[in-house]
Nanobody
Framework: QVQLVESGGGLVQAGGSLRLSCAAS????????MGWYRQAPGKVRQLVAR???????NYADSVKGRFTISQDNAKKTLYLQMNSLKPEDTAVYYC???????????WGQGTQVTVSS
């Protein structure tokens, strides 16, 4: 059983910053990659940022230069530092882990980020 618990969401003004955290617990092994996705009302869930087990990262074009994904392996925690936030960043942000010998996706419950103009 794997649990992912996100925290750090909230309401912030445009131009502000937030840091999201995702704490992983349970049977964690053979991680392929971890990432952050977001889903705005009426839209499909989209990748925001991803980090592989080797430390390589990739970002959605819309967040490049503003968001930074990182991980603390000792704490089994994934982070997303979000700077220069824009109203269009408003969404529910989900933590994701792809892991296992036969890779399976695990998801957190989501945390709301609201950016006011």
């Amino acid at each position: 059983q794997v649990q992912l618990v996100e925290s750090g969401g909230g309401l912030v003004q445009a131009g502000g910053s937030l840091r999201l955290s995702c704490a992983a617990s349970g049977s964690i092994f053979n991680i392929n990659n971890m990432g952050w996705y977001r889903q705005a009302p009426g839209k499909v869930r989209q990748l925001v940022a991803r980090i592989t087990s080797g430390g390589s990262t990739n970002y959605a074009d819309s967040v490049k230069g503003r968001f930074t994904i990182s991980q603390d392996n000792a704490k089994k925690t994934l982070y997303l530092q979000m700077n220069s936030l824009k109203p269009e960043d408003t969404a529910v942000y989900y933590c994701n882990v792809l892991m296992g010998l036969v890779p399976i996706d695990y998801w957190g419950q989501g945390t709301q980020v609201t950016v006011s103009s």
